[in-house]
């Protein structure tokens, strides 16, 4: 047994107490290395001065309602701007102080969601069901809205972290080859793991059909020779399993632990999601240290190991 270190991200709770510093975040860009490294642009809004908007658009970029939909909630007196009842859908409001609710629930303020999700097994990273059971179902209604995808995708045998937004921007960034995300797997092995693994994956390793993959590292988990940790900067199809394959071992299970900066919560079981806050969103470019960040690595991984998905 085994558990990832307490690098939580920041608790929803927290978001009301931390309103006033988040809008000081809100005013500063990433750092200049940082965004030349990841060729990123600043995704916090800058808060001054913002042009007034119509209720019913700030809702329904925000939420699954429709414009109908939210004219006739109004009309019933069941949307509230900073604790008043609105009863015109057209009201202009300020997005940047306006605290608005829809049959008592709290609109987010952000135009963007980005929601953190345990994926479990048996659940395919699209919005789609085509060929399986979407990972969409397992948002809760209180955090969905229209517009909300998959940032990359992990297989339906797989588990672990997986961004769902609805921002298309960040989305593309982070998943371009040009910015060199790393995401850092654990996997479980069928035959343990060789030392000579490190080399012959941090030279660009050849896969059965030729495809030429990045450079990555690998290193074996301390607490088994059969469980191993990797960190890829590009997401080639079933990459991590055929990388393995291609030195003549076996993936039993797969999961990951980070996207960039994001690290999954210990205490985030699978099947659960929860919603990020900005500073949690700017940790996706400012990725922990490999080697660091598995050392760390230590304990009964209690969360991740429910149901001995491991």
Avoid: W
Avoid at 32 to 39: E, S, Y
Wanted: charged share 25%; hydrophobic share 35%; glycine share 6%.
């Amino acid at each position: 047994m085994f558990t990832i270190p307490a690098i939580m991200l920041t608790s929803i709770a927290n978001a009301s107490k931390n309103s006033n510093v988040e809008k000081d975040a809100g005013k500063r860009i990433l750092h200049q290395q940082h965004c030349d490294i990841f060729n990123i642009v600043e995704y916090i809004p800058k808060g001054k001065n913002m042009t007034p908007i119509r209720l019913d658009k700030y809702i329904s970029e925000r939420t699954e309602y429709s414009r109908s939909k939210i004219k006739e909630l109004a009309a019933k007196g069941k949307i509230t701007v900073n604790n008043i009842i609105i009863k015109k859908s057209d009201t202009k409001i300020d997005p940047e102080t306006a605290l608005v609710k829809v049959l008592g629930t709290p609109v987010s303020v952000s135009k963007y969601r980005y929601i953190l999700l345990n994926k479990p097994d048996g659940y395919i990273s699209s919005t789609e069901e085509n060929d399986g059971i979407s990972v969409m179902r397992l948002i809760p209604p209180e955090l969905r809205k229209k517009g909300l995808f998959p940032a990359g995708r992990l297989d339906k045998d797989s588990l672990g972290a997986l961004l769902i937004t609805d921002d298309g921007e960040l989305a593309h960034k982070l998943l371009s080859p040009r910015s060199h995300v790393p995401k850092i797997y654990i996997v479980k092995l069928d035959k343990p793991f060789k030392s000579k693994y490190i080399d012959i994956f941090s030279g660009s390793i050849l896969l059965s059909d030729g495809t030429q993959c990045l450079p990555a590292k690998v290193r074996c988990s301390e607490m088994s020779d059969k469980l191993a940790f990797i960190e890829l900067h590009e997401g080639k199809y079933h990459q991590v399993k055929r990388m393995f394959a291609a030195v003549e071992n076996h993936v039993e299970k797969l999961m990951r632990l980070t996207v960039g900066g994001l690290i999954l919560p210990e205490k985030l079981k699978f099947g659960e999601c929860m919603e990020l806050l900005h500073k949690d969103v700017e940790n996706l470019f400012y990725p922990p240290d490999f080697d660091d960040f598995c050392s760390d690595f230590i304990g009964d991984f209690s969360a991740f190991m429910l149901n001995n998905q491991l």
